[in-house]
């Protein structure tokens, strides 16, 4: 396990004055009491000076890797802890180095809700784009200094690390950035997750939400690749792969065995300790314990930031663990407070993405695939060739004014480049000089998958087909049984594929009338199979309304912005029949958005298609019910604009959501009050043009304190 980094004859720094080390290290195993002889108090006692001793020994490996001791030795200390827990089982804790060897295999991973939402980050693709972030940040602050954080965006899996008193509590996937899947056994086995914080420098919290990235590093990839290549298993495709798979699975004891590394770069919520500064929050966790990433720099200046991502860009092909870019952080954390988030990733961070790596290959083929909301998209068959350590077979050509643009063709000879590193992309065709080309690929006039005609919207061919098409049904069922939809066990895209196949399902609807006897005969189900997937479907005819909502697909709507809407109108119907301008009152609906909302539940198809899914008989959980204060503008409508010193917006929003009020993102005849902090700008002009009540920060706090609970200092 530990690799010694030191000349013959070097003692080991550790050792002096360690005396019970020393002996244990230093006696043979037969020479040391036997563990039954020792009572439970005696066995306590070496067991509380064997633990922090072997954390200390793993963190010096694992976080910082600077080893004091032999593998040998560690060895020794290990099988020694090892013989008094089994000796006195009672004195086995969760936090103890024995924990990490893994548990009973789980019949499934539950769902679990996240302290703080997991956010994704916007992204800049030139340092044109990260200057306009920098400017955006600098009007939003004022006179405040700016610095920012600089680390490497890790190219693996995120997870969340929940500490209570100093103990790992909890780990969870990211899933959908609200709801992950607990994988708290599979992270115990990973050497690079503290079981219990190293108090001696920083104090343990209270509570500790850290946000880290699972990886594995490129020779631990490849050995495990070789090693089941020999043992006659598929290789895994790449290094993130592997890694979801592992935290994923349903035997810790199968993640304990994968060389998987966790990266801690954020603490996400913390109650006991505080910090000013983002990098003061990542010493804190080099402190307490994890492994954070290498080469972490604090900046002030767009040349600093390009420079760093530069250095990057020229290292990365060197590098032993996969990026893609690197993250720009403000590093000050009470002007984060003031700019927030959107419901879609923080508005004072962004990831700087590297060019995309690319290679030449040729289209054998063009094909249109039908997407869940009906966009046809044409796709470009390639003779397969290897882009970034990934083989690439195929290629999306995006959609009909970008085919026309690029004009590649069956035949041509293309360059191809993974965007992110991730989804393959044809980037422009390679001429051959003397080559004949083939004909101009035309979009088709008629879906592939159902025959409709289709529309066009913008650059994108449409199949307004949305609940028939066979295409977009497979992948409506898969996303309506979805984790952040109705959650059902057991309806994934295979399932979904051969309900729509068999002909079972012609609708979603469909779903709650299918009985045993129809999937018994099916591929893959038995009457337990069967009866376990009719009862899962069955059991979400109660549901929260916003992942109904959600799991209706409707454009623009997702898990935010469906809560808001579940919220706000509370019903269905209510949804159904809402105006544009009603759609607009809630909470970060726009106009482009309400039209989009409308346009979907005004087709006729989608009416009847939602008429029939209805008719299963739903019974819909509703969001809790704001208090009623009681005071005379309960039920109001509030706008928030500028920047607001007593409180970020989204606290105040919740403050006065909690207490009956209504907090939309427009100003429109129906708001009541505009409440305006510093750098008001066209809501504050629009609010006056409209004869809005305007209310500063002073005044909203003279008339509204006493109803909403706030609390002058002393």
Not at 85 to 102: I, N
Not at 150 to 171: F, M, Q, W
Not at 608 to 635: C, M, Q, T, V, Y
Request: charged share 30%.
């Amino acid at each position: 396990m530990y690799s010694v980094r030191r000349a013959a004859g070097t003692p080991f720094p550790g050792a002096r004055g360690r005396i019970y080390r020393f002996c244990l290290m230093t006696t043979p195993d037969h020479d040391l009491p036997d563990p039954a002889a020792l009572n439970e108090d005696e066995a306590r006692r070496e067991i509380a000076r064997l633990r922090p001793e072997i954390d200390r020994h793993n963190r010096l490996y694992h976080a910082e890797s600077a080893p004091e001791i032999s593998d040998s030795a560690y060895d020794a200390l290990f099988r020694r802890l090892l013989a008094l827990e089994a000796a006195h089982p009672s004195l086995v804790a969760a936090d103890s180095p024995t924990q990490r060897v893994g548990a009973n295999p789980l019949d499934s991973l539950p769902n679990v809700e996240h302290a703080v939402p997991m956010l994704s980050l916007d992204s800049a693709h030139d340092i044109d784009a990260v200057r306009r972030f920098d400017e955006r940040l600098r009007k939003a602050i004022g006179d405040e200094p700016i610095r920012y954080v600089l680390e490497p965006k890790l190219d693996g899996a995120s997870v969340e690390l929940v500490y209570v008193d100093g103990v790992l509590e909890r780990a969870v996937t990211r899933g959908n950035g609200r709801i992950g899947e607990g994988v708290t056994e599979n992270v115990r086995t990973i050497a690079t997750v503290p079981l219990r914080l190293d108090d001696s420098e920083f104090a343990a919290p209270r509570f500790l939400s850290v946000r880290g990235e699972a990886l594995m590093y490129l020779p631990d990839f490849e050995s495990l690749n070789q090693r089941r290549i020999e043992a006659g298993d598929p290789a895994y495709q790449n290094p993130r792969n592997a890694t979801s798979g592992a935290l994923r699975q349903l035997d810790s004891r199968v993640t304990a065995q994968r060389p998987l590394t966790v990266l801690a770069f954020d603490v996400m919520a913390v109650e006991g300790v505080s910090f000013e500064t983002d990098s003061e929050g990542l010493r804190a966790l080099g402190a307490w314990g994890f492994r954070t990433p290498e080469r972490i720099e604090v900046v002030d200046t767009i040349d600093g930031i390009a420079a760093y991502h530069g250095r990057f860009e020229s290292d990365r092909d060197a590098l032993n663990y996969e990026i893609d870019g690197i993250v720009v952080k403000l590093d000050p954390l009470g002007p984060r407070a003031t700019l927030g988030s959107t419901a879609h990733h923080p508005r004072w961070a962004i990831a700087y993405k590297f060019e995309p790596r690319k290679e030449v290959t040729r289209i054998d083929r063009i094909f249109v695939s039908v997407g869940r909301t009906g966009v046809l998209t044409p796709v470009a068959l390639l003779r397969p060739v290897e882009v970034g350590g990934v083989t690439v077979s195929r290629a999306s050509l995006h959609n009909r004014e970008e085919l026309e643009r690029k004009d590649v063709r069956e035949g041509d000879l293309v360059r191809v480049q993974r965007a992110g590193d991730v989804i393959p992309q044809v980037v422009e065709r390679v001429h051959e000089e003397g080559r004949e080309r083939g004909a101009r690929f035309v979009m088709p006039d008629a879906c592939p998958s159902c025959g409709t005609g289709p529309v066009e919207k913008g650059p994108f061919t449409v199949c307004p087909n949305h609940f028939a098409c066979r295409a977009q049904l497979r992948g409506r069922i898969t996303h309506f049984a979805g984790r952040s939809a109705l959650d059902i066990e057991g309806l994934g895209g295979e399932t979904a594929a051969l309900l729509v196949e068999q002909g079972l399902v012609r609708e979603l609807a469909d779903l709650f009338d299918l009985e045993e006897g129809d999937l018994v005969p099916l591929e893959g189900f038995a009457e337990v199979s069967a009866r376990n997937l009719v009862r899962a479907v069955g059991e979400r005819r109660r549901v929260e309304l916003s992942r109904f909502l959600v799991g209706l697909g409707i454009p623009e709507v997702g898990f935010a912005v469906a809560g808001d809407l579940a919220a706000h109108f509370r019903a269905i119907d209510a949804i159904r029949t809402a105006s544009p301008e009603d759609l607009e009152d809630v909470h970060g609906v726009g106009p482009k958005m309400s039209a989009a909302i409308r346009g979907f539940l005004d087709d006729e198809r989608v009416a009847a298609a939602l008429d029939n899914l209805l008719a299963r008989g739903f019974d819909f959980i509703l969001p809790e019910e704001p208090r009623d204060s009681g005071a005379r503008w309960a039920g109001k409508t509030f706008v928030l604009t500028g920047t607001l010193e007593m409180s970020s917006r989204g606290a105040l929003k919740k403050l006065l959501q909690e207490s009956g009020a209504r907090v939309t993102s427009a100003v429109s005849s129906r708001t009541d009050f505009l409440i305006a902090g510093a750098n008001a700008g066209s809501k504050l002009a629009r609010a006056q043009a409209l004869g809005v009540e305007v209310l500063d920060e002073t005044r909203f706090r003279e008339r509204f304190a006493e109803e909403l609970g706030i609390v002058e200092d002393a």
